[in-house]
């Protein structure tokens, strides 16, 4: 045992320390939205045309700012003091600080409707320009005219506005869940503040480390990636905590001396803790391998934030733990000498042991009847639709921009104010106007152009000659850029077709014409989704079979735990599409959410399976696997369902946030994290070794019957 002097100085040296880096790291909590956007080019493909096309477009035009579409109607059509109020309104929005400049009034031909283009200033705070906007449209507004503000600024706005709960509401509603759930599993009024308080000490860390890391443009932040990183941090901190703190009292009952329970407890810990956050770390690094930039984003942030749980969880809680000793457990402390829960077994009472008793009696059929519920759960995933959501349906709840996009398309042709680029050669301008003209879906063709007042000129064959004396459309490179007006919604299937028709048909006139814009990003980001998705899934599987295999010194076990939680995660996004279809009534899902979905599920869901497997593999040693197994769960039931439903409760907070992303990730995850807890863990895996023996440890000495017993 070392000195006296070390036994103290140590844990208040960790303690004092990370009390520095909360100090330091907890003002960042309401600075992340200094370094985060959710402009539409943090979620852009990094290689795609679109994106080729978005780097393109500042080369033809001054503007960097999204365009905003300022729309009024009137059910009856537009009165004279209408016509009078849209009038005064033009001069008006020209005179904000945030527009750079508008387009003149535009009526409907059916007389109910007026639109305004306005382009915002590049370096404008996108939610406040629009703002701005909306400010001006309803001051003076005639009685009974509706106004809407949309187009690609106002979903921007609108997407803002739906994360701005992230900092505040997010986090309280999942510590809450948490501080409840602890309180009612360890009925201690002390524990659950040094857990919570170990899982946001952990957070402060990652938060602090992130928000530099974004500010020096290393990693990108967005509000996707920021909810999802508390949420993880939250819930993988507390789950790392409740592990340790097992081991720990399980240790008080074996030592007398606090500063022996915490050498003990550590010795138990720190392998499956760490094999659990490299397993989650190696998973989200796989991420780097996307294409897409908020997938590739949220890798190496979300990894940091596991890094610091994992410390937190080995540093900070044990130091706590000593300094408060038996006492942190009070009114329940563990007596030293008391009775061990790993001793348990098939004995004894409570619902771990009665398992025991069920798997010592029924082995085969509990894993064989357990598989069969899982795969009939998978059947779900006939009906899931995860091949993206119109760009209108991203904000769950009332959305301005989403009503006036609709409104937009009764008037005027559906893509107005979000049409698609074309980049192209400036010798065949012409040819490819009339190509794109030909497509079907295309209203209209022009051409940037800085000679232009209005910043466009009609081009191709039948445009009108000299409709700007001395006009020309604006060239780069040898380039033209030319706008394509679409017939339907920007973010409709029936836009998506037509660009895809684009292509071709603009790539005849010139192979080297690349076709960009909203729709066109919305498409290349659907299908880079779908090839991550294939891409990606394998690799994290071989990646994490590696590591179990290597924990586990057997190749069998880690095969059967990665069968196990594959298994597991189809049954879990075959229960989701069935609800988010059947129940929710959501329009699909993007094709990032199954790869979200299977990284945090398979990542966690081995989490268990390790904490399970390293704990029957130590029994193992000591019994014999049948006997370890029994005992392993006795042992490891209780943290585990806990840890389960901390986890399970921390990603259903994010269904607070009104993003549809983020909703199908918070059940889909929540529901997948109780299902390994409940199901998988608790009776397939048990079952299974337990009915293959020693056998599961092939081709370790395990294997061969080599144990202490």
């Given at each position: 045992m070392p000195p006296r002097a070390i036994r103290i100085l140590l844990p208040v040296v960790l303690i004092l320390v990370w009390l520095g880096v909360g100090a330091v790291g907890g003002p960042y909590f309401g600075r992340i939205s200094e370094v985060s956007t959710n402009d539409q080019t943090s979620f852009l493909p990094a290689s795609s045309e679109a994106t080729q096309v978005q780097g393109l477009v500042g080369d033809f035009s001054e503007s960097e700012g999204a365009p905003g579409i300022l729309l009024v109607t009137r059910d009856g059509g537009l009165t004279d003091e209408d016509r009078a109020y849209v009038e005064d309104l033009v001069p008006r929005l020209a005179e904000l600080e945030s527009v750079e400049g508008t387009s003149p009034a535009i009526p409907s031909e059916d007389g109910k409707a007026v639109e305004i283009i306005a382009q915002l200033d590049g370096s404008a705070e996108v939610d406040e320009a629009v703002g701005d906007l909306r400010e001006a449209l309803a001051d003076g507004a005639p009685e009974g005219l509706d106004t809407f503000v949309t187009g690609p600024a106002g979903f921007t706005a609108d997407l803002t506005a739906a994360f701005a709960g992230i900092d505040g509401l997010l986090l309280g509603v999942a510590l809450a869940a948490v501080f409840v759930i602890l309180l009612l599993v360890y009925r201690s009024p002390l524990l659950p503040f040094l857990v919570l308080g170990t899982a946001i000490f952990s957070l402060s860390a990652s938060i602090l480390a992130v928000w530099w890391l974004a500010y020096a443009d290393v990693v990108t932040i967005n509000g996707q990636v920021q909810g999802i990183l508390f949420i993880l941090v939250i819930g993988a901190a507390t789950d790392y905590a409740l592990l340790y703190t097992s081991r720990f009292r399980e240790a008080l009952r074996d030592h007398e001396k606090p500063w022996d329970a915490t050498r003990a407890a550590l010795r138990g810990s720190v392998e499956p803790i760490v094999a659990s956050g490299g397993t989650v770390i190696a998973g989200l690094l796989c991420l780097l391998l996307s294409d897409l930039n908020s997938n590739k984003a949220l890798g190496p942030v979300a990894a940091i934030g596991i890094a610091f749980s994992v410390l937190g969880a080995l540093t900070l809680l044990p130091a706590l733990l000593y300094v408060f000793r038996r006492g942190a457990f009070w009114p329940l402390r563990p007596a030293f000498g008391s009775t061990h829960p790993a001793s348990a077994g098939t004995n004894g009472r409570g619902i771990w042991p009665a398992v025991s008793r069920l798997i010592t009696r029924h082995s085969r059929p509990v894993w064989v009847l357990s598989t069969i519920l899982l795969l009939l759960m998978s059947a779900g995933l006939l009906g899931l639709r995860a091949n993206g959501v119109p760009q209108s349906d991203l904000v769950l709840g009332t959305s301005e921009a989403r009503d006036g996009q609709n409104e937009l398309g009764e008037h005027f042709p559906g893509g107005t104010g979000s049409p698609a680029v074309i980049v192209g050669s400036a010798d065949d301008v012409d040819a490819l106007a009339d190509a794109a003209a030909g497509v079907d879906g295309i209203d209209s063709v022009v051409a940037a152009s800085a000679d232009s007042p209005s910043g466009t000129l009609p081009v191709g064959t039948g445009a009108p000659a000299g409709i700007v004396p001395g006009a020309a459309p604006t060239e780069s490179g040898g380039?033209?850029?030319?706008?394509?007006?679409?017939?339907?919604?920007?973010d409709s299937e029936e836009a998506e077709r037509t660009v895809r028709e684009l292509r071709t048909a603009v790539r005849e006139v010139d192979p080297g014409a690349l076709v960009g814009g909203v729709t066109a990003t919305a498409l290349d980001t659907n299908e880079t989704s779908i090839h991550d998705r294939t891409l990606i899934i394998p690799i994290v599987l071989a990646v994490i079979l590696v590591i179990l295999m290597l924990l586990l010194r057997s190749v069998i076990a880690p095969v059967l735990l990665i069968l196990s939680v594959t298994v597991s995660f189809a049954a879990a996004l075959g229960v989701s599409a069935l609800v988010f279809d059947g129940v929710f009534g959501f329009p699909g899902a993007d094709?990032?959410?199954?790869?979200?979905?299977?990284?945090?599920?398979?990542?966690?869901?081995?989490?268990?399976?390790?904490?399970?497997?390293t704990r029957v593999r130590e029994e193992s040693i000591a019994r014999g696997t049948r006997a370890g197994v029994l005992h392993g769960l006795s042992a490891t039931g209780g943290v585990i369902t806990s840890a389960g439903i901390v986890l399970a409760a921390t990603f259903a907070a994010l269904g607070v946030i009104p993003i549809l992303f983020l909703a199908q990730i918070a059940f889909i995850v929540a529901f997948g994290v109780l299902l390994d807890t409940l199901v998988v863990r608790s009776l397939?895996?048990?079952?299974?070794?337990?009915?293959?023996?020693?056998?599961?440890?092939?081709?370790?000495?395990?294997?061969?019957?080599?144990?202490?017993?």
């Amino acid at each position: 045992m070392p000195p006296r002097a070390i036994r103290i100085l140590l844990p208040v040296v960790l303690i004092l320390v990370w009390l520095g880096v909360g100090a330091v790291g907890g003002p960042y909590f309401g600075r992340i939205s200094e370094v985060s956007t959710n402009d539409q080019t943090s979620f852009l493909p990094a290689s795609s045309e679109a994106t080729q096309v978005q780097g393109l477009v500042g080369d033809f035009s001054e503007s960097e700012g999204a365009p905003g579409i300022l729309l009024v109607t009137r059910d009856g059509g537009l009165t004279d003091e209408d016509r009078a109020y849209v009038e005064d309104l033009v001069p008006r929005l020209a005179e904000l600080e945030s527009v750079e400049g508008t387009s003149p009034a535009i009526p409907s031909e059916d007389g109910k409707a007026v639109e305004i283009i306005a382009q915002l200033d590049g370096s404008a705070e996108v939610d406040e320009a629009v703002g701005d906007l909306r400010e001006a449209l309803a001051d003076g507004a005639p009685e009974g005219l509706d106004t809407f503000v949309t187009g690609p600024a106002g979903f921007t706005a609108d997407l803002t506005a739906a994360f701005a709960g992230i900092d505040g509401l997010l986090l309280g509603v999942a510590l809450a869940a948490v501080f409840v759930i602890l309180l009612l599993v360890y009925r201690s009024p002390l524990l659950p503040f040094l857990v919570l308080g170990t899982a946001i000490f952990s957070l402060s860390a990652s938060i602090l480390a992130v928000w530099w890391l974004a500010y020096a443009d290393v990693v990108t932040i967005n509000g996707q990636v920021q909810g999802i990183l508390f949420i993880l941090v939250i819930g993988a901190a507390t789950d790392y905590a409740l592990l340790y703190t097992s081991r720990f009292r399980e240790a008080l009952r074996d030592h007398e001396k606090p500063w022996d329970a915490t050498r003990a407890a550590l010795r138990g810990s720190v392998e499956p803790i760490v094999a659990s956050g490299g397993t989650v770390i190696a998973g989200l690094l796989c991420l780097l391998l996307s294409d897409l930039n908020s997938n590739k984003a949220l890798g190496p942030v979300a990894a940091i934030g596991i890094a610091f749980s994992v410390l937190g969880a080995l540093t900070l809680l044990p130091a706590l733990l000593y300094v408060f000793r038996r006492g942190a457990f009070w009114p329940l402390r563990p007596a030293f000498g008391s009775t061990h829960p790993a001793s348990a077994g098939t004995n004894g009472r409570g619902i771990w042991p009665a398992v025991s008793r069920l798997i010592t009696r029924h082995s085969r059929p509990v894993w064989v009847l357990s598989t069969i519920l899982l795969l009939l759960m998978s059947a779900g995933l006939l009906g899931l639709r995860a091949n993206g959501v119109p760009q209108s349906d991203l904000v769950l709840g009332t959305s301005e921009a989403r009503d006036g996009q609709n409104e937009l398309g009764e008037h005027f042709p559906g893509g107005t104010g979000s049409p698609a680029v074309i980049v192209g050669s400036a010798d065949d301008v012409d040819a490819l106007a009339d190509a794109a003209a030909g497509v079907d879906g295309i209203d209209s063709v022009v051409a940037a152009s800085a000679d232009s007042p209005s910043g466009t000129l009609p081009v191709g064959t039948g445009a009108p000659a000299g409709i700007v004396p001395g006009a020309a459309p604006t060239e780069s490179g040898g380039r033209v850029l030319l706008q394509a007006t679409l017939t339907s919604a920007a973010d409709s299937e029936e836009a998506e077709r037509t660009v895809r028709e684009l292509r071709t048909a603009v790539r005849e006139v010139d192979p080297g014409a690349l076709v960009g814009g909203v729709t066109a990003t919305a498409l290349d980001t659907n299908e880079t989704s779908i090839h991550d998705r294939t891409l990606i899934i394998p690799i994290v599987l071989a990646v994490i079979l590696v590591i179990l295999m290597l924990l586990l010194r057997s190749v069998i076990a880690p095969v059967l735990l990665i069968l196990s939680v594959t298994v597991s995660f189809a049954a879990a996004l075959g229960v989701s599409a069935l609800v988010f279809d059947g129940v929710f009534g959501f329009p699909g899902a993007d094709p990032s959410v199954p790869l979200f979905a299977f990284v945090f599920l398979v990542a966690l869901g081995v989490d268990y399976n390790i904490f399970l497997m390293t704990r029957v593999r130590e029994e193992s040693i000591a019994r014999g696997t049948r006997a370890g197994v029994l005992h392993g769960l006795s042992a490891t039931g209780g943290v585990i369902t806990s840890a389960g439903i901390v986890l399970a409760a921390t990603f259903a907070a994010l269904g607070v946030i009104p993003i549809l992303f983020l909703a199908q990730i918070a059940f889909i995850v929540a529901f997948g994290v109780l299902l390994d807890t409940l199901v998988v863990r608790s009776l397939l895996v048990p079952a299974l070794a337990y009915d293959l023996d020693r056998r599961i440890w092939w081709p370790s000495a395990l294997s061969r019957g080599a144990h202490r017993g």
